[in-house]
């Protein structure tokens, strides 16, 4: 029964007592009947305006500390009930709706006196990527009989977003930035690298920190630097989200709830669901991770709903931007590697690197590899066992057909964490 309907039975039952009560004192005149009539009217209108004061001149602030973090990292929330009339609070109940996993916030208050504040702060270890709700919160109190309940809604939200756990590989294979023989690709760049390529006249929309000041005053009007990208800097990363190559289960509603095992005690190592979708995504982070603090530009292509792509950008803008990507997607695409390498194999220029991330082990998707590396493209495939997460074949009968085409590949397993475990390419001739 909610507060509402409780709120109607007991002012209809105070109200019926208190009308039979007056008609008994009226009939019989005796003065222990408009006692007891005085009484019980009094306390139905007490009580009812003790109740309604409860939740006047309330308010309810909620200050997260960050609001987006790292599977593994602990959400700090700051909150504060503020009394700001000087009518003291019996008891209040704060409800809280929010769909962070583990975030317990609902707490009941008691002797909330005026112009007072009661505050406290709750932490709560982030255990699943994606994109969560802090509130709304409700305020619940009564009267000290328990006779009329009510109940005022915080609507107030606050986004946090989790981003998936980055394990950053100690060494991985970059792009050189030449080629064979010493010449250098040169691009105009949209943003500021490193590379200098001349100077032009200043544009509308340039960043006063490109100005060349010294030609400035030589040419007698502005003239802003152009840039360069990086000779074959671009990394771009293929991840592979088909439903069908991938196994396991997420966290349930039951290990959530009570949050034992998730975690290493003492050791504060984030471990990953039991789904080698989960891997996979992570790996994705780990590299981008890795490409982009070398100072490299990074670009991601993948189908889950739909087809997503990030062209190759660096800096910590780019960065946040992929991540946001990866904690967001779903492992329920609907077209396998071997098309989506066929679709977006004019998307990759020569030189480049290219990061497969996929846990299919079958061995079609192979020839479209080795396509890309005979156009100039430098490739690098992670693969996620699934024999190590369910009843599915184990994806390292591919590297023979990796091996065959001199294409460097790592293998992650089911852990704790994720070990960047790589194969040596074989020589052809050396088995």
């Known amino acids: 029964m909610d507060g509402r309907s409780q709120n109607v039975r007991h002012a209809l039952w105070l109200s019926v007592g208190s009308g039979i009560l007056w008609a008994l004192a009226f009939h019989t005149g005796r003065r222990l009947m408009y006692q007891l009539a005085y009484v019980v009217s009094a306390l139905f209108v007490l009580t009812f305006v003790l109740a309604w004061l409860q939740l006047r001149w309330l308010s309810l602030s909620r200050s997260p500390r960050v609001r987006r973090l790292y599977v593994g990292q602990l959400l700090e929330e700051r909150l504060a009930l503020h009394n700001h009339g000087l009518f003291p609070k019996f008891w209040l109940e704060v409800q809280d709706f929010s769909t962070f996993p583990l975030h317990r916030v609902s707490r009941v208050i008691v002797g909330l006196r005026g112009r007072r504040v009661f505050r406290w ?13 802090l509130g709304p919160a409700r305020l619940v109190s009564s009267d000290p009989f328990g006779l009329f309940t009510f109940a005022r809604d915080v609507p107030e939200q606050v986004s946090i977003l989790v981003y998936p756990p980055v394990f950053p590989p100690a060494d991985f294979p970059l792009p050189e930035g030449r080629l064979s023989g010493g010449a250098v690709l040169r691009r105009r760049a949209y943003v500021m690298t490193t590379n200098v390529a001349g100077v032009r006249e200043y544009q509308p929309g340039d960043p006063h920190s490109w100005i060349h000041w010294p030609t400035t005053a030589r040419v007698g009007r502005l003239m802003s630097r152009e840039f360069e990208m990086d000779p074959y800097a671009d990394v771009w990363c293929v991840l592979d989200m088909y439903a069908d190559a991938y196994t396991g289960s997420t966290w349930d509603e039951e290990v959530l709830a009570s949050g034992v095992g998730i975690f290493q005690v003492g050791r504060g190592l984030p471990l990953l669901p039991p789904h080698s979708g989960e891997y996979a995504i992570s790996a994705a982070a780990s590299v981008a991770h890795y490409v982009l603090d070398h100072q490299r530009l990074f670009g991601l292509v993948t189908y889950d709903d739909e087809r997503v792509v990030l062209y190759p950008d660096r800096g910590e803008r780019h960065k946040h931007r992929i991540l946001e990507t990866l904690a967001l997607l779903s492992i329920r695409g609907r077209v396998p590697l071997q098309q989506v390498l066929t679709l977006e194999m004019g998307l990759f220029p020569r030189q480049s690197t290219l990061v497969i991330i996929t846990g299919d082990w079958t061995p079609g998707w192979v020839w479209g590899v080795a396509e890309l590396r005979r156009r100039g493209v430098f490739p690098v495939v992670v693969l996620v066992d699934n024999a190590t997460f369910g009843p599915l074949p184990s994806a ?28 040596q390419v074989a020589r052809p001739g050396h088995g």
């Open 396 to 423: 390292e009968q591919v590297l023979p057909h990796l091996a065959r085409h001199q294409i460097p590949a790592f293998v992650l397993k089911r852990g704790t964490e994720i070990r960047w475990r790589r194969y």
């Open 121 to 133: 702060q709750v932490r709560t270890l982030a255990m699943m990527r994606g994109v969560y709700r």
